[in-house]
């Protein structure tokens, strides 16, 4: 499988990561930053990014990468719709249609991670995006 691949996720401290090639969009749990490893996670900088969302991982991942830490998969021309909810005073959310798979749901804490994971939408599949 060719192409580039491009993703952003929440943060550097845990959460989840959303990464799209030219075939397929993945959605990943952050294998860095599990909180069931026995080296724990640094508090100040948990709270700063949990917080503030000061960070967001765009460093490129392998094929095998996202298809071993995938939590959900779907190949591009089965998506339906995409939808984004900024977070605002709540999170917002990245919701994903696909003819196979039931509805899948992201929530997004922050604004940084809103941003980059918007611009991934609109490059990926800007006719089936829709915004709240």
Same mark, same amino acid.
């Given at each position: 499988? !060719? !192409? ?6 929440? $943060? @550097? ?13 993945? /959605?990943? +749990?952050? =294998? ?21 969302? @000061?960070? /967001? ?6 094929? +095998? ?14 998506? @339906?719709?995409?939808?984004?909810? *900024?977070? /605002?005073?709540? $999170? ?9 798979? =039931?509805?899948?749901? /992201?929530?997004?804490?922050? *604004?940084?991670?809103? +941003? ?9 599949? =800007? ?6």
């Amino acid at each position: 499988m !060719g !192409g580039a691949i491009a993703g952003a996720l929440g $943060s @550097t401290t845990g959460g989840y990561g959303v990464y799209i090639t030219d075939k397929r969009l993945f /959605v990943i +749990q952050n =294998p860095d930053h599990d909180l069931t490893k026995v080296q724990g996670v640094q508090f100040g900088a948990f709270m700063m990014d949990e917080l503030f969302g @000061t960070t /967001v991982d765009i460093r490129p991942k392998t094929i +095998q990468e996202l298809e071993r830490n995938k939590i959900f998969e779907t190949d591009r021309n089965e998506i @339906t719709a995409l939808t984004l909810k *900024k977070p /605002v005073l709540l $999170s917002g959310y990245l919701t994903i249609n696909s003819g196979k798979a =039931p509805v899948f749901r /992201v929530y997004i804490d922050h *604004k940084k991670a809103y +941003q980059h994971i918007e611009q991934l939408m609109r490059t990926f599949s =800007p006719e089936l995006l829709h915004q709240e």
